[in-house]
């Protein structure tokens, strides 16, 4: 398998501009994660899907963020609009057998 | 609420050294316990995990970690160090539950000195 997939890897937009990340979780996994990553507040829990049901989205900071999974092979992370301060690392993670594998993740820049 | 503690935010050893690095959670109920490693520009891997059973448990990599129920730690060690071993590691509790949130703590940098 090829583990969680993430992409861009790289994302550098204007403030204003929408933007989506995407990742496609390990075959088989029924629950997944995504998550922010900064110096300062690091690792935070975004929102976690099971069954492709959206769980538990209180860790999404406000309005702009959305997150959907529209089937067990893909899910989104859609920031409209971008702000500088949306700047971080995002992770995706699959979990199976109660472990959770992550992405590569995605690392953007809103200038 | 649970939560870890790392309280190590840096740590510095040199090649061949010991290592322990420390871990400390809050959690209501048995915990699920993690050590993910993190390198520049990647994400998270598993080095180990203890869920029950032997509370001494073995990894990936040469690490260990031992669950201290009545101190509530999960410290992880390593006898000696490599130094492809610098990185960023991470300490985590999980939920219980088909979907298993994770609450990490704030990592610890390790640097290896030659």
């Known amino acids: 398998d090829a583990g969680v997939i993430q992409s861009p890897r790289h994302e550098v937009t204007e403030m204003g501009q929408e933007v989506t990340l995407r990742c496609k979780p390990i075959?088989?996994?029924?629950?997944l994660f995504w998550y922010r990553q900064t110096m300062m507040r690091g690792l935070e829990l975004l929102i976690y899907f099971n069954n492709n049901v959206p769980i538990d989205d209180s860790g999404m900071p406000e309005d702009r963020f959305s997150a959907k999974m529209p089937n067990a092979s893909f899910s989104t992370l859609k920031i409209q609009p971008s702000e500088p301060r949306d700047s971080a690392v995002y992770f995706c993670a699959s979990q199976g057998n109660g472990i959770q594998y992550f992405g590569a993740g995605t690392r953007l820049s809103v200038l | 609420a649970q939560s870890v503690t790392q309280p190590d935010i840096h740590i510095t050893v040199s090649e061949g050294a010991s290592l322990e690095l420390r871990c400390n959670y809050s959690y209501g109920a048995t915990p699920y316990l993690f050590w993910y490693v993190q390198s520049p520009g990647q994400g998270l891997q598993l080095l180990l995990k203890y869920f029950s059973g032997d509370t001494l448990v073995q990894g990936i990599k040469g690490f260990e970690a031992e669950f201290k129920r009545s101190q509530s730690s999960f410290n992880l060690r390593k006898p000696s160090v490599h130094w492809s071993d610098a990185a960023e590691y991470f300490c985590a509790v999980g939920s219980s539950g088909s979907a298993r949130q994770l609450t990490f703590g704030s990592g610890t940098q390790l640097t290896v000195l030659p």
């Open positions: 075959s088989g996994h029924n629950s």
